[in-house]
């Protein structure tokens, strides 16, 4: 059985930084794609960073520069680093194994 569970969130002010992981069991960790998406209030999950097999990142635009995801194979873990953290960051954050998500974990960006 695959389970994908994440944590990190919490609230910050803005400009501040937080620090996602995602650990996955049960799952080829190693061979596949990860990725981390959000979900805002009353707004579908979008895709944030994901990160090839190969460890090659891909970001959508209102993120690069501020974010960063790397993986750990040996772990079987993969990290959101986010910096300069805006109020437009807010949602929640859920990590993507394959077919498989975890329950997500809330971030909230706020003075």
């Known amino acids: 059985q695959v389970r994908v569970v994440e944590s990190g969130g919490g609230l910050v002010q803005p400009g501040k930084s937080l620090r996602l992981s995602c650990t996955v069991s049960?799952?080829?960790?190693?061979?596949?794609?990860m990725g981390w998406y959000r979900q805002a209030p009353e707004s579908a999950r979008e895709v944030i960073a994901v990160?090839?097999?190969?460890?090659?990142?891909i970001y959508t635009d209102s993120v690069k520069g501020r974010f960063t995801i790397s993986r750990d194979n040996a772990r079987n873990t993969v990290i959101l680093e986010m910096t300069n953290l805006k109020p437009k960051d807010t949602g929640r954050y859920f990590c993507n194994a394959g077919e498989n998500w975890g329950q997500g974990t809330q971030v909230t960006v706020s003075s």
């Open positions: 990160i090839t097999n190969t460890g090659r990142p």
């Open positions: 049960g799952f080829d960790f190693s061979s596949s794609t």
